[in-house]
């Protein structure tokens, strides 16, 4: 089965508020990324987050890692319209290997 | 950052003919390159993993002969759909890595496929 499930599928929120994705997997990784799809668009890369790390920031976005419970999160604060996207965890096992996606979950920031 | 190009963006075909998609890495040199296919709302499900001289390893359940993969340089690696069905339909998005201790892919912006 997919390697990555991700919740919530989809969802809804107002402009201003935090914005909460979860990511599950099923064997041990080497790290885990997020990337974020505008639709019909290619991915950009947002973070990446070793196995060994457990948060990671990079301007509004905050990722955690727990890889005991092999789940990731991603918290995007303070959210904007320009937010509403596709987002993606991707999990990679070794080094330059290949990424196994998750099921993604569609983010709508409303103004 | 490292910048990959795919070309054509969109292209519409007719049933049973053959559509040749191409990635380039523009200002890095790629000793892998993988190629993907997402359909409408769905993931990205990789379709095969492509070196720089050798021969592409393609994902369980995605035809060799059917999608031909060729990555003849450093910078370029093609996927080529053969005749052509409706249900090939969808978005093919590649990537690249330097292959050098990065663990970071580098994406494509997609091919839209369309096949009458």
């Known amino acids: 089965s997919q390697q990555g499930e991700e919740d919530p599928q989809a969802l809804s929120i107002q402009e201003g508020e935090n914005a909460t994705m979860n990511c599950s997997y099923k064997t041990s990784i080497n790290n885990l990324q997020w990337y974020r799809q505008n639709s019909g668009r290619g991915l950009v890369h947002l973070i990446l987050i070793r196995s060994n790390e457990r948060e990671k920031h990079s301007g509004r976005l905050r990722v955690t890692l727990d890889t005991s419970k092999k789940s990731s999160s991603l918290l995007i604060t303070a959210s904007r319209a320009a937010d509403t996207a596709s987002y993606f965890c991707?999990?990679?096992?070794?080094?330059?290997?290949?990424?196994?996606f998750g099921e993604g979950t569609q983010l709508t920031v409303n103004p | 950052g490292a910048v990959v190009s795919q070309h054509p963006s969109r292209v519409i075909c007719k049933s049973g003919t053959s559509v040749k998609i191409e990635c380039r890495s523009l200002?890095?040199?790629?000793?892998?390159m993988f190629w993907y296919r997402q359909f409408p709302k769905q993931s990205l499900m990789l379709m095969a993993t492509?070196?720089?001289?050798?021969?592409?390893?393609?994902e369980q359940g995605v035809e060799k002969d059917k999608f031909l993969i060729n990555h003849a340089s450093l910078t370029l690696s093609t996927l080529t759909v053969t005749s052509a069905h409706p249900e090939d339909s969808s978005f093919y998005i590649c990537?690249?890595?330097?292959?050098?201790?990065?663990?970071?892919?580098?994406f494509g912006p997609g091919t839209r496929l369309t096949v009458t």
């Open positions: 991707a999990t990679e096992e070794t080094s330059g290997s290949r990424l196994t």
């Open positions: 200002d890095f040199q790629a000793t892998t």
């Open positions: 990537s690249a890595t330097t292959g050098t201790g990065t663990y970071e892919q580098y």
């Open positions: 492509s070196n720089e001289g050798s021969k592409a390893t393609y």
